[in-house]
């Protein structure tokens, strides 16, 4: 039966191209059959052309591009891209950054948890701190952060605000995904905890973060300042 069901991968680029072909080859070995929705936000790199001219030798036309006018933040372009991935027959979305960090060997632990449950989130801190390449300070604020939203969300997860995750189509369309508001770090927690509340099962598997190989880390003031007070408004308004 497994067989039947179609496995998408939902990656989004700004200025990945260095680290973009790479990591197709290893995602399409992790899962072979998979298909691969890049979602790029006109990157002044070309990685939107680099992953079109990927494509045109991609077997079965399996590896497809979501061109967008302009860099439109994260959530916004996952949203997108699950969207795409639920109209053209995704059962399962697996959603992943594109700079290494989240290692493809890790994505059958996922496929075969996703069986049992509905939301299967890959863990840093399930056994230990697994983490590779952060400094102490940010290290220290990322415990931090996922202490905060654990402690005001409720959320079962040793590692509530990570964003390697695989998902059943049922999550998506049950939470909705036009509900999804947040658009940068927080869109991590959101989705886990909108599918918490509908009463999905979410578990987690054991990865090990590599911190980006190439280019430069998204994150800025403006990102850390919506996820600390969007935790109370889903606290507050999301049943």
């Known amino acids: ?25 290893e995602i399409e070995k992790a899962r072979p059959g998979i298909t691969i929705l890049v979602v790029d936000d006109n990157s002044p790199d070309k990685t939107g052309e680099v992953v079109e001219k990927i494509a045109q030798d991609w077997p079965y036309g399996r590896l497809k591009i979501l061109h967008r006018p302009q860099k439109a933040g994260l959530g916004s372009a996952y949203c ?17 950054d594109a700079d290494h960090s989240h290692d493809p060997r890790y994505i059958p632990d996922m496929v075969n948890k996703i069986h049992d449950f509905d939301v299967v989130i ?22 931090l952060a996922n202490f905060y939203v654990r402690a005001i969300t409720g959320l079962p997860l040793s590692d509530a605000t990570a964003g390697y995750k695989c998902l ?10 036009n509900n999804i508001h947040s658009n940068g770090y927080a869109f991590q927690f959101e989705v886990n905890y909108r599918a918490y509340k509908k009463g999905f099962r979410l ?3 054991p990865i090990i ?25 889903l606290r507050m308004f999301v049943r």
């Open 203 to 205: 578990t987690e598997v």
């Open 80 to 96: 997108e891209g699950f969207e795409f991935a639920l109209k053209n027959g995704a059962d399962f979305v697996i959603q992943m």
């Open 168 to 177: 059943r189509k049922e999550v998506l369309e049950t939470i909705g995904i």
């Open 1 to 25: 039966m497994e067989k039947d069901l179609s496995f998408w991968a939902v990656i989004p680029t700004y200025n990945e191209a260095e680290n973009i072909p790479l990591l197709l080859i």
């Open 209 to 233: 973060f590599i911190e980006r190989r190439g280019g430069a880390s998204k994150l800025g003031k403006k990102v850390f300042f919506e996820a600390f007070w969007r935790v109370f408004w």
């Open 122 to 143: 890959g863990s840093r801190y399930l056994q230990g701190i697994n983490v590779v390449g952060w400094d102490f300070r940010r290290l220290v604020l990322s415990k």
